[in-house]
């Protein structure tokens, strides 16, 4: 599984890096680490963007899901009515999570390039893939990539919790409720959702804060870029969707 893993992830990315330090960015790390970040992310757009769009959907059937549950008490009828909406709103509920595992390899593919490509692995490179003479690793003159950067893991941290903002649901305007209303009591479901919510906004950026400064700065630059381009393309996403008829 190991070998597998290694044949088609992580020396292909590994090369594509060695050969853009050696042929673009002149044996610059730096640089060759985001140009590397950007085209595998822009590879896993069209994944990426399924994912977003899916989220973003099932967020706004929540309503609707409310109110066959509250309409129709048979459980083969509610899956009945629910298929339905589905269908309408042109998703489904394992898209989003089909989309996540099938980009999760690259994902650790591309942080252990990062994690080990600051000095050349002679056994992972491709015959045809020439070695660069030198590799600077002080990026813009001022961190040491195979050091630590605390600079860079807070600005992985600080990207990554705007990125759980985007993606956690924007919450409705405050309506004024009748006073003889009945409130509806939060189900486990909802509960476990507001959790992992609160996790991925406000404890994820700090683990990813903690792993950057642990590793490396190149580790550290690696989230830095991809939550940068994951939340343009997510804000990009919302905007297109926003005034969508369905």
């Not at 999760?104 to 893939?129: C, E, N, T």
């Not at 309506?175 to 609160?198: C, H, R, W």
């Not at 590793?215 to 940068?228: D, K």
């Amino acid at each position: 599984m190991s070998s597998i893993w290694n044949s088609i992830f992580y020396q292909p990315i590994y090369n594509i890096l060695i050969f853009i330090v050696d042929n673009v960015t002149f044996g610059d790390v730096g640089f060759a680490i985001i140009l590397v970040t950007i085209l595998i992310k822009l590879a896993l757009s069209p994944l990426t963007k399924k994912s977003i769009k899916s989220q973003i959907l099932m967020k706004r059937m929540e309503p609707e899901i409310k109110q066959i549950k509250k309409d129709y008490p048979n459980k083969e009828e509610q899956a009945k009515k629910t298929f339905e909406l589905y269908k309408k709103y042109g998703t489904n509920p394992f898209s989003g999570c089909i989309v996540v595992l099938i980009q999760l390899p690259v994902i650790f593919a591309l942080y252990y390039v990062f994690l080990k490509g600051l000095s050349l692995d002679a056994g992972a490179i491709y015959s045809f893939v020439s070695k660069p003479v030198a590799m600077n690793t002080n990026f813009l003159g001022l961190i040491e990539l195979g050091g630590k950067s605390l600079v860079l893991a807070i600005l992985a941290g600080i990207t990554q919790f705007i990125q759980g903002y985007l993606a956690s649901p924007v919450k409705s305007k405050v309506e004024i409720i009748p006073s003889n209303t009945p409130i509806e009591a939060k189900t486990f479901q909802d509960e476990l959702s507001g959790s992992m919510q609160t996790n991925i906004k406000y404890i994820l950026p700090i683990f990813i804060v903690f792993i950057s400064w642990k590793i490396s700065a190149a580790v550290a630059l690696y989230f830095v870029i991809s939550n940068i381009f994951t939340i343009a393309q997510e804000w990009h996403i919302r905007r297109s969707l926003e005034n969508k008829v369905i």
